[in-house]
């Protein structure tokens, strides 16, 4: 008998067993990945930590995935993903990279000790919001803080949870602590003090930091890996890379509910297909002109939205010119065996 009670600490509820458990293929056993390094992966089994091999045939494993294993440790199945935080591949190519796989709760770092880069902020929120995870926007370091511009962040962020905590002098952190839910994962560039965070909430040393260069403020990459850590109370933690790129894939819906409140005002238009530029009855300009939207917020809605649209593109073309390739590869051995037969 399967003994699943060592998953539980690492996210095995009775809703993921109802998930997974008919899908998983007959002689398999569920694990959850909890570090990938390249083809092989640690995971998590019913009988403890174990380390498996992952075959070429299954790509783009990550960190949080649930799989079915062999007998040989081998990971033979990538189970549904219940969510995944995904942004573009940093090669620039249009294909997604799985940043991590069945995240419940999204903490976006931030330091708030140095620029609080909104547009950064928003960017962050329409990954996480299209993850199908829910987004806490963290703004950390805040004992270093001389002014913590709660007020700012919280009107680019609807329906997110804004919140100034320090790890080191522990403020802020019994109210992060009651909001997370599930698996959290951290995103944020190196230097917020994701793994500093981690540690705090961890209640143990566990991730590496360095300090931020006094040159100019910026962080060293500490984390190079993302990792899962079952947490005290419950639910399980992903620290991840800091992150430099932060390219935007297939997240229409991501943006529309980071930028909400333009949607909601986009809605009163005159016109249907009002593109919110010079037409009569433009809610969104007159929102613009009468300062209750800030140009900034209008142009940062803008450009996620066509730098999401050319990406759809790209994918499109992409798509587009695997089916033409593999047309052409089914036409070329459908004319050789035509001539092979011609020869009988």
């Not at 299954?58 to 199945?77: F, K, N």
């Not at 990792?227 to 992903?238: A, F, H, N, Q, Y």
């Amino acid at each position: 008998m399967v003994d699943y009670d060592r998953l539980v600490p690492y996210g095995w509820t009775e809703a993921v067993a109802s998930d997974y458990l008919p899908v998983l293929t007959e002689g398999l056993t569920p694990a959850r990945i909890v570090r990938m390094d390249r083809s092989e992966c640690d995971v998590v089994t019913p009988s403890g930590p174990a380390r498996a091999g992952c075959p070429r045939e299954i790509t783009g494993l990550c960190t949080g995935d649930w799989v079915g294993i062999d007998t040989e440790g081998m990971v033979r199945q990538l189970l549904p993903r219940r969510s995944a935080i995904m942004r573009s591949s940093v090669s620039g190519r249009s294909v997604a990279q799985v940043l991590a796989a069945n995240v419940d709760t999204v903490l976006i770092c931030t330091a708030a000790d140095g620029d609080v880069d909104l547009g950064r902020i928003e960017r962050m929120l329409a990954l996480a919001w299209e993850s199908n995870a829910q987004p806490v926007v963290v703004l950390t370091k805040a004992d270093a803080a001389v002014d913590i511009p709660l007020d700012a962040v919280r009107a680019v962020a609807p329906g997110a949870s804004v919140l100034a905590v320090s790890a080191s002098a522990g403020i802020g952190l019994d109210v992060l602590t009651a909001m997370l839910d599930g698996t959290v994962a951290l995103l944020g560039p190196s230097g917020a003090g994701k793994s500093t965070l981690a540690n705090a909430l961890l209640g143990a040393e566990v991730f590496a930091t360095n300090a931020v260069r006094a040159v100019d403020g910026k962080g060293r990459h500490t984390t190079v890996h993302r990792e899962l850590r079952p947490l005290p109370g419950g639910g399980t933690l992903i620290d991840t890379p800091g992150l430099r790129g932060i390219g935007l894939y297939d997240a229409a819906d991501g943006i529309g509910k980071t930028f909400s409140d333009i949607e909601s005002l986009a809605a009163e238009c005159r016109f249907a297909d009002c593109v919110h530029q010079t037409e009569p009855g433009c809610a969104v300009l007159a929102a613009l002109a009468d300062g209750t939207l800030p140009e900034r917020r209008l142009a940062s809605y803008r450009k996620l939205a066509k730098e999401n649209e050319w990406m759809a593109a790209r994918t499109d073309k992409r798509l587009a010119a695997e089916r033409a390739q593999a047309w052409r590869s089914i036409t070329k051995q459908q004319r050789r065996l035509n001539r092979e037969r011609g020869r009988r």
